[in-house]
Nanobody, 125 residues
Framework: QVLLVESGGGSVQAGGSLRLSCAAA?????????MGWFRQAPGEEREGIAT???????RYADPVKGRFTISKDNAKNILYLQMDSLKSEDTAMYYC??????????????????WGQGTQVIVSS
């Protein structure tokens, strides 16, 4: 069992920045696996926004491309999501997720096996 714990959410004004973190409370090694960030707004489906492979290749959903950056610190086993130029439509619960494979196969939530409990992001205009 892999326990993922997100942090860093909060309230921010439009145009501001936040950095989310995701730590693994287990022996799960981030360097070997595909990791991702997802978000879910009230009444909406959970959507994938960024993934990072074991070789640190990244992929982004169009709504966040150029504004969000996914990265990881393999030594600390922490996954990050730097969010800049935030918009009100970025308001959602944000989740980190982990796959069992080193290569990420797209932004679908069905590709990921382990999930954190989420951290809330609220962007006010």
């Amino acid at each position: 069992q892999v326990l993922l714990v997100e942090s860093g959410g909060g309230s921010v004004q439009a145009g501001g920045s936040l950095r989310l973190s995701c730590a693994a409370a287990s022996r799960y090694t981030y360097s070997r696996y595909c990791m991702g960030w997802f978000r879910q707004a009230p009444g909406e489906e959970r959507e994938g926004i960024a993934t990072i492979d074991s070789d640190e290749s990244t992929r982004y959903a169009d709504p966040v491309k150029g504004r969000f950056t996914i990265s990881k610190d393999n030594a600390k086993n922490i996954l990050y999501l730097q969010m800049d130029s935030l918009k009100s439509e970025d308001t959602a619960m944000y989740y980190c997720a982990a796959d069992l494979r080193g290569t990420c196969f797209g932004l679908s939530r069905h590709n990921f096996y382990y999930w954190g409990q989420g951290t809330q992001v609220i962007v006010s205009s």
